[in-house]
């Protein structure tokens, strides 16, 4: 199986369970590998039989903008059960980093594995 990637995919949501983290947005850093086979894309050299990593980008990007959360495994397994509905992959793994949640530490997060 060959693998598609995103990676540092940032994103701003509102993501947290105090109450002042539910007043402000955070940003999220979100990677992604999908599980594909490229053959054909390769073959043809054509967008149409590949995985538009783009479109990927911009669908996940809407959803979490446009949506709220208190835990990082949510926005996971939403993400992840999206991409896999939307989009021709068999698994995926992702990984959700909420960037500066605590004091000095870069990020806290999750990673998730899902296949269809």
């Not at 539910?22 to 054909?40: H, K, M, P």
């Not at 979490?64 to 835990?71: D, I, K, P």
């Not at 999206?82 to 959700?96: D, Q």
Request: charged share 25%; net charge negative.
């Amino acid at each position: 199986m060959d693998i598609v990637f995103l990676r540092g995919l940032r994103v701003d949501t509102v993501i947290g369970v105090y109450g002042w983290e539910r007043q402000i947005r955070q940003t999220l850093s979100l990677d992604l590998e999908l599980g594909v086979d490229v053959a054909a894309a390769a073959a043809s050299d054509s967008i149409a039989d590949a995985v538009d990593y783009y479109a990927v980008a911009k669908r996940v990007t809407s959803f979490v903008e446009t949506s709220e959360f208190h835990l990082v495994e949510t926005v996971a397994e939403r993400v992840a059960s999206l991409v896999l509905a939307e989009f021709p992959v068999s698994w995926l793994r992702l990984t959700v980093s909420k960037l500066g949640a605590i004091r000095d530490c870069q990020a806290v997060g999750v990673s998730i594995e899902r296949k269809r």
